[in-house]
Nanobody
Framework: QVQLVESGGGLVQAGGSLRLSCTAS????????MGWFRQASGKERKFVAT???????TYEDSVKGRFTISRGNAKNTVYLQMNSLKPEDSAVYYC?????????????????WGQGTQATVSS
């Protein structure tokens, strides 16, 4: 059974940091492009960042320079370091594994999803 589990969310003041983790099990995700998406209450799910199996990264414009996506040595763990957080970063953050060869900035190209972790940034 394929499973992605996120952790690390919480409540932080504006300007603070959070580090989200995503651990995959059930299959080897080392060759998958992995992504982070977020969904604010009442809004659609949006792309945040993605990382390929060989470490190439892509970021949504509003998080560039503040967020960093990375993979653990075992490749089945993905991290999202979030610095200089703003209230508009508040959302449920989801980790997902992309279907090979698809545009990894589009949520509908992802085959596996975690349950999400809430990050709330107070002003």
């Amino acid at each position: 059974q394929v499973q992605l589990v996120e952790s690390g969310g919480g409540l932080v003041q504006a300007g603070g940091s959070l580090r989200l983790s995503c651990t995959a099990s059930g299959r080897t995700f080392g060759r998958y492009t992995m992504g982070w998406f977020r969904q604010a209450s009442g809004k659609e799910r949006k792309f945040v960042a993605t990382i390929t199996w060989n470490g190439d990264t892509t970021y949504e414009d509003s998080v560039k320079g503040r967020f960093t996506i990375s993979r653990g040595n075992a490749k089945n763990t993905v991290y999202l370091q979030m610095n200089s957080l703003k209230p508009e970063d508040s959302a449920v953050y989801y980790c997902a594994a992309c279907i090979e060869g698809r545009d990894s900035t589009k949520y509908y190209n992802y085959a596996f999803w975690g349950q999400g972790t809430q990050a709330t940034v107070s002003s």
